[in-house]
């Protein structure tokens, strides 16, 4: 039997307990067997027993709206970042170039998403935009979002507010070069990037306005469960904008390759962290329910 483990936002009892099996849940038996079942609690309840999992019991007006309108219905939205690229394997500055692709390792990372994700309905999957002018190569967020969405009858929806950062010059560069060619951009760009520019364009700062311009697209879409598959710094501004952080706390998150992070918002508009970046989908079998 495949044993079920409980993720919340905190922690178990670390005391011995006798019989292990009554504090959790009828039905989800802890064991050591490599096959586990990740279940994200919404209300911090799981069953009927609430001492469990200490979750909140309401959030309402305790965040900001990211709509300012009311939504149809209470939402879920789930971030993944598109597998291992061929850029990323040679550390090189990536930005909004479409030259990078996926590798034989992110098309595994993908297919573990895929299947970690399996349980879960999704109304509607998003995606940055791809490139028609390059249809003989497979783009690594076009092949991230289709080995997701794969079986799936709902289109793919691709957004320009889903763009990755546009990083000038720097892109495609390795970054012992870019930081030996361009030391003062570069050190900006990695030790303060909500104030590197060029010619006074912000990259950071625009991501974003063009992340709260995403959620709206997102949440006022038909549907009340989102797959997003995009890249690392635009995940950044959105989880980022959804938790109230400035530009300045750009890098006060990562997001792995395949990493899956979690929202729960209401019909206001506010949204709560589930869960962020979670990878245990990447080492094992892992199958998330949330």
């Keep these: 039997m495949g044993s079920r483990v409980l993720l919340t936002t905190t922690h178990l009892p670390f005391n011995p307990i006798p019989d ?4 959790f849940p009828q039905s989800y038996t802890p064991c050591s067997s490599p096959r586990f079942q990740i279940l994200c609690s919404l209300s911090g309840t799981i069953g009927n027993d609430a001492s469990v999992t200490g979750g909140a019991y309401d959030y309402s007006k305790a965040t900001t709206s990211l709509t300012q309108k009311l939504l149809s219905s209470p939402k879920q939205v789930t971030l993944v970042r598109h597998g291992l690229s061929s850029w990323n394997d040679e550390s090189r500055v990536q930005g909004s170039s479409n030259l990078s692709i996926l590798t ?14 399996a349980d879960i309905h999704f109304d509607q999957c998003f995606s940055s935009p791809i490139s028609r002018a390059k249809v003989h190569m497979k783009l690594l967020l076009l092949s991230t979002a289709e080995i997701l969405w794969n079986g799936r009858e709902e289109p793919l929806i691709f957004l320009d507010t889903l763009k990755e950062a546009h ?3 720097l892109e495609g560069m390795k970054n012992e070069d870019a930081k030996r060619m361009y030391p003062k951009e570069y050190t900006m760009w990695r030790q303060d990037p909500s104030n590197f520019n060029v010619n006074g364009v912000y990259p950071v700062r625009q991501l974003w306005d063009t992340a709260k311009i995403a959620w709206k697209e997102i949440l006022f879409t038909p549907g009340e469960s989102f797959l997003v598959v995009t890249h690392k710094s635009i995940l950044r501004a959105l989880i980022c904008t959804a938790l109230g952080l400035s530009p300045e706390r750009f890098r006060a998150v990562d ?3 395949g990493g899956v992070t ?3 918002l209401n019909v206001e508009g506010e949204p709560m962290l589930q869960s962020l970046n979670m990878t245990a989908h990447m080492y094992t079998d892992y199958n998330y329910v949330y």
């Design 20 to 23: 292990k099996s009554q504090k």
């Design 104 to 117: 034989e390792t992110g098309i595994i990372q993908a297919e573990r998403c895929k299947k970690a994700l």
């Design 255 to 257: 997001v792995n390759n």
């Design 167 to 169: 990083l000038f010059y």
């Design 262 to 264: 979690v929202f729960k």
